[in-house]
């Protein structure tokens, strides 16, 4: 599902180059629920911005579902993002004037899907994240938990290929962060592919692969597969 | 584009700056009403003035007066005098006339009486074509016709003001007998004139009869006192005036070098002028009001541009759930295009319902009339209006789709 073949990303830092990626090589198969851990500033979220698009990288190959993702064109690149990419932040990202039902919607309304039907969906994942009664708040009337739960509803409603999630649980509390976690694993066990970013090794300890990255550098990069079967 | 969701949005930023938004949306406003202003105005100014002109707008008129040079053995100062052959000629030689309408004036002190009622009116002899270059309306009755002129009848056709002056309240002039100098003439017809006040108020004192009967009556036979002229259509009045005055000046033996001896006016010539002056002044008003809708599409444009620095995290997370340029695009200028044609269409309304206001007050002076704000002005502000929303909103619309979701989302 997804490829990166030394994948090398330089940000200009005044005129000096700073060298961000420093030849990242990863496979991760279709429905496999990864975690990049990492200290501050290794790079964690520069790898995720590029898998998600959202940034360009250097030098290298990356293939997401098999196509090429280079030199997009700004429409292209929101195609896929819409179409392949579901996103979840750290800190959630809502539009603040919008109720919870609306922004789960809007992914929708860049597909084009009327606007009934969007609603329809839009309460459906709500349902699926548990916050079916909190559709008409906005963010604001939300707790951190549940602003996180209308994020994933939120991506989770174009039906992506890949779920990309950076420090998710990184502002909530022990509770909730188990209660996002949930979803997580419910998403992944549908067979969505799911790349969360996490300093948190709580969170490491469920997924079923952890990379390492250390000043851009893959340091490791381990299946837990004993783990996965005492889940399963 | 202009789905729900866009309007909702349009509502809602709106809604957040209110002041700032107003007063952008005044310059907008202000300028788009200055300019239904401004043009209405003008359109008024020239309705009244052309209102004010009475006369066929390509007439010439030709007058005689005394030589001022000596020629051929003729003296200094010989009174010049047309004639009925005048007519013929000009007919004959100058194709390009249209019409010929001699006239002859009664001179010196005398009264007009019906019974025992008299006063004294400007008497004119004309023919039926005076209409064609001084156009009155023909109010009862009928107008001086060609068989009364082969006829020399003695008819004539009165003013109201004559009208009032000679016959009693509710007496029906048409039919009776007036004095002229002491000459019976029939009254066939009231008329009315056109133009400015002072232009009805004179034809309202004037008594018209049959040119050729005037002529037979008053000891001017074969006279012609003045001359008024059309040409023909497509065929410049400047052109006619200088051919008759050649010929008048051959047949009378007036010097060509005499410059004097014959007055002419031209119609055209001062209506040409005119209109000159109403298309500067239209140019005048386009250029203030289009000077103020480009300060007010200026100030929209900002407005764009710190709603777009403020919105820059929502057009980030936008992106990143797949938006694409273009759909930013829009929604940034169709909320520009939204304030200034709305403001603008507040400026149509409010200076088209000022201009109603002055025209339904009766606002009428000499050189003033019905302002009024016609389509083309409504359709062109209209048009003024998309493009400078269009343009307003171009800069900060770009802006926005220009921006970087990465840095966006970041945090700090
Ligand atoms: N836009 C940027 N411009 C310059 N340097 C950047 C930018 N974004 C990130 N960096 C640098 O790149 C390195 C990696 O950043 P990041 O991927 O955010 O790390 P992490 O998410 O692992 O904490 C850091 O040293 C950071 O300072
Ligand atoms: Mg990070």
Redesign the pocket.
């Given at each position: 599902m997804i490829t990166l073949k030394q994948v090398h990303?330089y940000?200009?830092?005044g005129k000096n180059k700073?060298h961000?990626?420093k030849g990242l090589d990863v496979d991760i198969q279709e429905g496999e629920l990864v975690s990049i851990m990492?200290?501050?500033?290794?790079?964690?979220?520069?790898?995720?911005?590029i898998l998600g698009i959202l940034d360009d990288y250097d030098e290298g190959e990356y293939h997401l579902n098999n196509t090429l993702i280079q030199n997009l064109s700004a429409k292209k690149a929101a195609y896929y993002r819409n179409r392949f990419l579901g996103f979840v932040f750290q800190s959630f990202n809502l539009l603040s004037f919008k109720t919870a039902q609306e922004n789960v919607a809007l992914p929708l309304y860049y597909q084009k899907v009327g606007r009934r039907k969007r609603n329809k969906l839009a309460m459906e994942y709500l349902e699926m994240v548990g916050l079916s009664d909190r559709a008409d708040h906005t963010p604001s009337e939300l707790s951190g938990g549940q602003k996180q739960r209308v994020a994933l509803a939120r991506a989770l409603i174009s039906q992506p290929k890949v779920i990309l999630a950076?420090?998710p649980t990184g502002a909530l509390d022990t509770q909730t962060t188990q209660e996002v976690m949930d979803i997580f694993k419910e998403v992944h066990r549908k067979g969505i592919t799911v790349v969360i970013?996490t300093h948190e090794n709580e969170i490491a300890e469920q997924t079923d692969r952890v990379i390492r990255?250390r000043d851009?550098i893959i340091e490791s990069d381990k299946v837990k597969q004993e783990e996965l079967t005492v889940k399963e | 584009m202009f789905d729900l969701d866009k309007w909702n949005e349009i509502y809602a930023t709106v809604k957040k700056h209110k002041l700032r938004t107003f007063l952008t949306a005044f310059g907008v406003f202000w300028g788009i009403f200055m300019l239904i202003v401004l043009l209405g105005a003008g359109r008024g100014f020239q309705n009244g003035v052309e209102e004010s002109f009475d006369v066929a707008k390509n007439a010439v008129f030709v007058w005689s007066r005394r030589t001022s040079e000596p020629y051929k053995g003729l003296k200094v100062g010989r009174r010049v005098q047309f004639t009925n052959d005048d007519v013929k000629a000009i007919r004959n030689e100058i194709p390009e006339v249209d019409v010929i309408a001699p006239r002859n004036g009664l001179g010196g002190g005398f009264s007009v009486n019906y019974k025992t009622k008299s006063s004294s009116f400007e008497v004119n002899g004309e023919y039926p074509d005076f209409l064609k270059v001084r156009p009155a309306e023909v109010i009862a009755g009928r107008f001086i016709n060609m068989l009364d002129i082969e006829q020399k009848r003695k008819v004539a056709v009165i003013g109201e003001r004559v009208q009032e002056v000679l016959f009693e309240e509710g007496e029906k002039p048409i039919g009776k007998y007036i004095r002229i100098r002491g000459i019976s003439f029939k009254v066939v017809g009231i008329s009315r004139g056109k133009g400015d006040s002072e232009d009805i108020k004179e034809a309202a004192e004037t008594i018209i009869i049959c040119n050729t009967a005037l002529q037979q009556a008053f000891n001017q036979v074969n006279k012609v006192g003045f001359f008024a002229f059309t040409p023909k259509e497509g065929i410049p009045a400047v052109v006619i005036e200088d051919k008759i005055k050649a010929l008048l000046a051959k047949r009378h033996s007036i010097a060509p070098t005499d410059k004097k001896a014959l007055g002419s006016a031209n119609v055209e010539k001062e209506y040409a002028r005119v209109q000159g002056l109403f298309f500067i002044i239209g140019a005048f008003s386009w250029f203030v009001s289009i000077g103020t809708i480009i300060a007010g599409a200026v100030g929209v444009s900002n407005i764009m541009l710190v709603i777009v620095r403020e919105r820059t995290k929502e057009i980030g997370i936008r992106k990143a759930l797949g938006a694409t340029p273009w759909s930013i695009i829009s929604l940034i200028l169709q909320e520009s295009i939204v304030i200034t044609a709305l403001s603008g269409y507040f400026g149509l309304l409010a200076g088209t319902a000022l201009m109603e206001f002055i025209n339904s007050m009766g606002v009428k002076g000499n050189f003033f009339a019905n302002p009024e704000v016609d389509m083309t002005i409504a359709v062109s502000a209209l048009a003024t209006l998309i493009v400078t929303g269009t343009f307003a909103g171009f800069i900060p619309a770009r802006k926005a789709a220009r921006v970087n979701p990465?840095?966006a989302l970041?945090d700090e």
């Open positions: 990303k940000y200009s830092v700073l961000v990626l990492g200290s501050s500033g290794s790079g964690k979220s520069t790898m995720l911005n950076d420090e970013v990255l851009g | 990465v840095e970041s």
